[in-house]
């Protein structure tokens, strides 16, 4: 016999050693693919740390460094040279509020732009006569190289211009040769020269006041009294005008200088400042002070006696109310409108 052994047909099993290489390979493969997916993993999650730690110092802007660049930036108040009848200098400011960092917008991949944001506020202003927000804007730019946001050149808005206090007596009685000539021509002309005194009634919100014209013609005393009105403009301020006027009077003008029923004398010079007690009282329109003692007046010179005194205006924002007890002081002069007030005051201060 040959020495072969005959098929039996079946096909034949690896060897136990073929089977544990396989499996060897097989489990050096699957710990090769599992290292390649973690590193994969590792790597992105490195990226997504480095992009979270750039972005996070990209978005870093406080309201303190908003604020420090705001205040070097507004050196100059805003101009209001357009309000009237308010006093628009040593404005004190800026104070910054309502600061807003906004939210960074990012620049286009690819193309190297910059990250930019922008911040908003408002500056106030104010002085005694008003107060002034002005809404302002202030961009920024984030420098990738030094990694810090520069900011750019501050946008101011409108102002928005409040009063804090109704316009002045002075700032009235110069307002007024234009504003009765605009209301009646003729009676402007007539009251061309002439004392003022104005009585207000006018606050922070507006209101009414009263200004009494008072002239000697041909030794008679003419009055006139004209109503004026007062309303704010957010854009040009205190808008000013005549409403109304009353009559025109006329009365003799007399003075005494007889010192005889004198309970006291003053002695003293044309424009001398001086300082009388009395009540607040008005006589045909005009305003006079009604001084407790009966005074012989001696005014460079010349000497009259009375108890009554015609007072004009000589410095702002003197209110007082008829009937009113007061101290004021002023500078003195002779003449008067009325012939009950055949002197006058300047009041330059009223206690």
Same mark, same amino acid.
């Given at each position: 016999?040959?020495?072969?052994?005959?098929?039996?047909?079946?096909?034949?099993?690896?060897?136990?050693?073929?089977?544990?290489?396989?499996? %060897?390979?097989? /489990?050096? +493969?699957?710990?090769?693919?599992? $290292?390649?997916? @973690?590193?994969? !993993?590792?790597?992105? *999650?490195?990226?997504?740390?480095?992009?979270?730690?750039?972005?996070?110092?990209?978005?870093?802007?406080?309201?303190?460094?908003?604020?420090?660049?705001?205040?070097?930036?507004?050196?100059?108040?805003?101009?209001?040279?357009?309000?009237?009848?308010?006093?628009?200098?040593?404005?004190?400011?800026?104070?910054?509020?309502?600061?807003?960092?906004?939210?960074?917008?990012?620049?286009?991949?690819?193309?190297?732009?910059?990250?930019?944001?922008?911040?908003?506020?408002?500056?106030?202003?104010?002085?005694?006569?008003?107060?002034?927000?002005?809404?302002?804007?202030?961009?920024?730019?984030?420098?990738?190289?030094?990694?810090?946001?520069?900011?750019?050149?501050?946008?101011?808005?409108?102002?928005?211009?409040?009063?804090?206090?109704?316009?002045?007596?002075? %700032?009235?009685? /110069?307002? +007024?040769?234009?504003?009765?000539? $605009?209301?009646? @021509?003729?009676? !402007?002309?007539?009251? *061309?020269?002439?004392?003022?005194?104005?009585?207000?009634?006018?606050?922070?919100?507006?209101?009414?006041?009263?200004?009494?014209?008072?002239?000697?013609?041909?030794?008679?005393?003419?009055?006139?009294?004209?109503?004026?009105?007062?309303?704010?403009?957010?854009?040009?301020?205190?808008?000013?005008?005549?409403?109304?006027?009353?009559?025109?009077?006329?009365?003799?003008?007399?003075?005494?200088?007889?010192?005889?029923?004198?309970?006291?004398?003053?002695?003293?010079?044309?424009?001398?400042?001086?300082?009388?007690?009395?009540?607040?009282?008005?006589?045909?329109?005009?305003?006079?002070?009604?001084?407790?003692?009966?005074?012989?007046?001696?005014?460079?010179?010349?000497?009259?006696?009375?108890?009554?005194?015609?007072?004009?205006?000589?410095?702002?924002?003197?209110?007082?109310?008829?009937?009113?007890?007061?101290?004021?002081?002023?500078?003195?002069?002779?003449?008067?409108?009325?012939?009950?007030?055949?002197?006058?005051?300047?009041?330059?201060?009223?206690?």
């Amino acid at each position: 016999m040959s020495g072969f052994v005959p098929s039996t047909g079946k096909p034949q099993q690896p060897s136990k050693g073929v089977r544990i290489a396989k499996r %060897a390979a097989i /489990a050096v +493969l699957v710990v090769a693919c599992m $290292a390649a997916l @973690a590193w994969v !993993a590792v790597n992105v *999650a490195f990226k997504a740390v480095d992009s979270s730690l750039q972005k996070k110092q990209v978005t870093s802007l406080s309201e303190r460094t908003a604020l420090t660049n705001l205040s070097a930036s507004l050196t100059t108040a805003p101009d209001l040279t357009g309000f009237a009848y308010v006093d628009t200098a040593n404005l004190i400011g800026p104070r910054i509020e309502n600061i807003v960092v906004g939210e960074v917008v990012e620049g286009k991949s690819g193309a190297d732009e910059e990250a930019t944001r922008t911040v908003s506020a408002s500056a106030n202003y104010r002085n005694s006569s008003i107060e002034v927000v002005v809404p302002v804007t202030q961009p920024y730019a984030f420098d990738n190289d030094e990694s810090t946001w520069v900011a750019g050149e501050v946008t101011l808005g409108q102002p928005v211009v409040s009063p804090l206090r109704a316009p002045s007596t002075a %700032a009235i009685e /110069a307002a +007024l040769p234009e504003l009765l000539r $605009a209301y009646d @021509a003729s009676l !402007a002309d007539r009251f *061309a020269e002439c004392s003022v005194y104005v009585s207000s009634n006018m606050d922070e919100k507006g209101g009414t006041a009263t200004a009494t014209l008072s002239k000697t013609e041909k030794n008679k005393l003419v009055t006139c009294d004209v109503n004026l009105s007062a309303t704010w403009s957010a854009s040009t301020g205190w808008q000013l005008a005549v409403t109304s006027t009353g009559k025109v009077t006329t009365s003799e003008a007399s003075a005494s200088n007889d010192p005889g029923t004198a309970t006291m004398s003053l002695e003293c010079t044309s424009g001398e400042l001086v300082e009388l007690t009395g009540t607040i009282e008005s006589i045909d329109g005009v305003i006079v002070l009604r001084t407790d003692e009966t005074i012989y007046v001696s005014i460079d010179g010349k000497g009259v006696t009375t108890n009554r005194f015609c007072l004009t205006s000589a410095s702002d924002d003197r209110e007082v109310s008829i009937g009113a007890r007061v101290t004021l002081q002023g500078t003195i002069s002779a003449g008067g409108s009325i012939s009950q007030a055949p002197v006058t005051i300047a009041v330059t201060d009223i206690k």
